[in-house]
C-alpha cells in the first residue's frame, strides 16, 4: 500500500479557474500544494531551479515551454507546486486537452511533450499530496488523468501510482540513438540502405545553415512544416507555438538545408540539456525534396553536431508500436533503439471506463498511434 503523507492535512477542496493560485492541501509538516492556473503565477526562475535540480527534469517541463502552450495553444493549465515553508520542492504541470474521438477531456502531464511529477524533497509526502489533489482539477468533462513520460526513471513511481490507481497498459515507443558510441559506430550501424541514402545525399549541390530564431526564419520553416504536415496526415501546431519559442531559443535548433540554392525546409530540435538529449519535434521537409535524400542529410549533420555538442542520446520522438508503418520503418533504419513510452491513466469520472473500453475495441481493429 502506497504510504500517506506524514502530519494533519489540511485541504481546500473548492478549486476554481477564476484565482491563479488556489492552496488545495497543507500539512502540519510544512507542506503546501497550490494549483496554479498559468506558470505565470510564479517566477520563472524559482520554476526553472525546481526543473534543473530534480533528477528526472526535462526541457518539457521547463517555464518557457509550459508558457508557449498556454499562450499559443490555449490548454487550460493546472499545474501542481509543492512548497516548503513557502520554497518549491516539487511541480507537477498539466493541461487540460482534448481526448480524441470523444465529447471529454483528459488531465495531462503533458502535451505537447512529456511530464510527470518532479519531485527534490520529501518526496513520499509530496507525491501523495499531489496525486489526492489530482481529482479536484477535473470537471464532469474531464475524466481521465494521464502522466506522459519521457524519462524511463520515472519507473520507480510506477508501484506507487498503480496503488492510487493508474495503469499502465498503454502501448507506444520511439527510437533513441545512443551518441557516445561515436558517429563511424553509429553510422555503421544504420542499415545498408540508409547509409546508401545519406551518401547519396552527401553528393547532392546542398548546403545546411543553423538558423537564427527570427520571425522570418520562422515563418519559412513553418510553411514548409505545414506542408509536410499535411502530406502525411499529421497534426499541425500554428506558427505562433514556434514563435513563442524563442523565450528558450537557447534549447533550439534550427537547421535550414538549400538544395541547389533553393530552400527545401529543415528540422527544429530541443536540446533537452537536463537529460542530455535532442529531441526530433519539427521536421519540415516537403515530399518534392526526398529525391535528394533532404532528410537523411539533415540527420547526418545533426548526429555529428549532436556529438560534437556534447549530447548523450537523440530522441526521434513518436515511434508508435506499428512496424509496419512508414515512419517506423524509416526510423529504425537508422539504428537507434526503440524503447517504451511510459503512459499511466487514471480515470476520474465513470465516464471513463465506457471511453476506455470503445478505445480498446477501436484499437482491436485500427492500428494504434502513438499520438492518442
Given at each position: 500500500?502506497?504510504?500517506?503523507?506524514?502530519?494533519?492535512?489540511?485541504?481546500?477542496?473548492?478549486?476554481?479557474?477564476?484565482?491563479?493560485v488556489?492552496?488545495?492541501?497543507?500539512?502540519?509538516?510544512?507542506?503546501?500544494?497550490?494549483?496554479?492556473?498559468?506558470?505565470?503565477?510564479?517566477?520563472?526562475?524559482r520554476?526553472?531551479?525546481?526543473?534543473e535540480?530534480?533528477?528526472?527534469?526535462?526541457?518539457?517541463?521547463?517555464?518557457?515551454?509550459?508558457?508557449?502552450?498556454?499562450?499559443?495553444?490555449?490548454?487550460?493549465?493546472?499545474h501542481?507546486?509543492?512548497?516548503?515553508?513557502?520554497?518549491?520542492?516539487?511541480?507537477?504541470?498539466?493541461?487540460?486537452?482534448?481526448?480524441?474521438?470523444?465529447?471529454?477531456?483528459?488531465?495531462?502531464?503533458?502535451?505537447?511533450?512529456?511530464?510527470?511529477?518532479?519531485?527534490?524533497?520529501?518526496?513520499?509526502d509530496?507525491?501523495?499530496?499531489?496525486?489526492?489533489?489530482?481529482?479536484?482539477?477535473c470537471?464532469?468533462?474531464?475524466?481521465?488523468h494521464?502522466?506522459?513520460?519521457?524519462?524511463?526513471?520515472?519507473?520507480?513511481?510506477?508501484?506507487y501510482?498503480?496503488a492510487?490507481g493508474?495503469?499502465?497498459?498503454?502501448?507506444?515507443?520511439?527510437?533513441?540513438?545512443?551518441?557516445?558510441?561515436g558517429?563511424?559506430?553509429?553510422?555503421?550501424?544504420?542499415?545498408?540502405?540508409?547509409?546508401?541514402?545519406?551518401?547519396?545525399?552527401?553528393?547532392?549541390?546542398?548546403?545546411?545553415?543553423?538558423?537564427?530564431?527570427?520571425?522570418?526564419?520562422?515563418?519559412?520553416?513553418?510553411?514548409?512544416?505545414?506542408?509536410?504536415?499535411?502530406?502525411?496526415?499529421?497534426?499541425?501546431?500554428p506558427?505562433?507555438?514556434?514563435?513563442?519559442?524563442?523565450?528558450?531559443?537557447?534549447?533550439?535548433?534550427?537547421?535550414?538545408?538549400?538544395?541547389?540554392?533553393?530552400?527545401?525546409?529543415?528540422?527544429?530540435?530541443?536540446?533537452?540539456?537536463?537529460?542530455?538529449?535532442v529531441?526530433?519535434?519539427?521536421a519540415g521537409?516537403?515530399?518534392?525534396?526526398?529525391?535528394?535524400?533532404?532528410?537523411?542529410?539533415?540527420?547526418?549533420?545533426?548526429?555529428q553536431?549532436?556529438?560534437?555538442?556534447?549530447?548523450?542520446?537523440?530522441?526521434?520522438?513518436?515511434?508508435?508500436?506499428?512496424?509496419?508503418?512508414?515512419?517506423?520503418?524509416?526510423?529504425?533504419?537508422?539504428?537507434?533503439?526503440?524503447?517504451?513510452?511510459?503512459?499511466?491513466?487514471?480515470?476520474?469520472?465513470?465516464?471513463?471506463?465506457?471511453?476506455?473500453?470503445?478505445?480498446?475495441?477501436?484499437?482491436?481493429?485500427?492500428?494504434?498511434?502513438?499520438?492518442?
Amino acid at each position: 500500500m502506497a504510504k500517506q503523507a506524514t502530519g494533519n492535512i489540511h485541504s481546500n477542496r473548492e478549486v476554481t479557474t477564476a484565482g491563479t493560485v488556489q492552496t488545495v492541501a497543507d500539512t502540519d509538516s510544512g507542506l503546501e500544494v497550490n494549483v496554479l492556473n498559468t506558470v505565470r503565477a510564479i517566477d520563472r526562475d524559482r520554476w526553472n531551479d525546481v526543473v534543473e535540480r530534480a533528477d528526472n527534469g526535462t526541457v518539457f517541463h521547463r517555464y518557457e515551454w509550459l508558457e508557449a502552450i498556454e499562450n499559443a495553444l490555449g490548454h487550460p493549465a493546472r499545474h501542481l507546486v509543492v512548497e516548503k515553508d513557502t520554497n518549491p520542492i516539487g511541480l507537477f504541470p498539466n493541461f487540460i486537452v482534448e481526448l480524441p474521438k470523444t465529447p471529454f477531456y483528459r488531465l495531462t502531464s503533458i502535451y505537447p511533450g512529456f511530464g510527470g511529477p518532479l519531485l527534490t524533497t520529501d518526496v513520499t509526502d509530496s507525491l501523495s499530496l499531489i496525486l489526492e489533489a489530482v481529482p479536484e482539477l477535473c470537471d464532469r468533462r474531464t475524466i481521465v488523468h494521464e502522466i506522459r513520460a519521457s524519462n524511463t526513471d520515472f519507473l520507480r513511481y510506477n508501484d506507487y501510482l498503480e496503488a492510487k490507481g493508474y495503469d499502465s497498459s498503454r502501448v507506444g515507443g520511439r527510437f533513441v540513438m545512443n551518441l557516445e558510441k561515436g558517429y563511424d559506430q553509429l553510422f555503421d550501424d544504420m542499415s545498408s540502405s540508409k547509409r546508401r541514402a545519406i551518401r547519396r545525399g552527401r553528393e547532392t549541390d546542398h548546403e545546411i545553415v543553423e538558423a537564427d530564431l527570427t520571425h522570418e526564419e520562422l515563418s519559412r520553416f513553418h510553411e514548409k512544416y505545414e506542408r509536410h504536415m499535411k502530406d502525411i496526415d499529421a497534426k499541425v501546431y500554428p506558427l505562433e507555438f514556434l514563435e513563442q519559442l524563442r523565450a528558450m531559443e537557447d534549447r533550439i535548433l534550427l537547421l535550414q538545408l538549400y538544395v541547389e540554392g533553393e530552400y527545401a525546409g529543415g528540422f527544429l530540435e530541443l536540446l533537452n540539456d537536463e537529460q542530455d538529449t535532442v529531441h526530433g519535434f519539427f521536421a519540415g521537409v516537403p515530399s518534392e525534396y526526398f529525391q535528394y535524400h533532404a532528410s537523411e542529410v539533415l540527420y547526418d549533420y545533426l548526429f555529428q553536431w549532436a556529438i560534437d555538442e556534447g549530447y548523450e542520446t537523440y530522441d526521434f520522438g513518436g515511434g508508435g508500436a506499428d512496424f509496419e508503418d512508414g515512419a517506423f520503418q524509416f526510423k529504425e533504419e537508422f539504428g537507434g533503439e526503440l524503447i517504451p513510452n511510459i503512459y499511466w491513466e487514471r480515470g476520474t469520472n465513470p465516464s471513463w471506463k465506457v471511453v476506455d473500453a470503445g478505445r480498446s475495441l477501436y484499437n482491436r481493429y485500427n492500428k494504434s498511434t502513438d499520438s492518442a
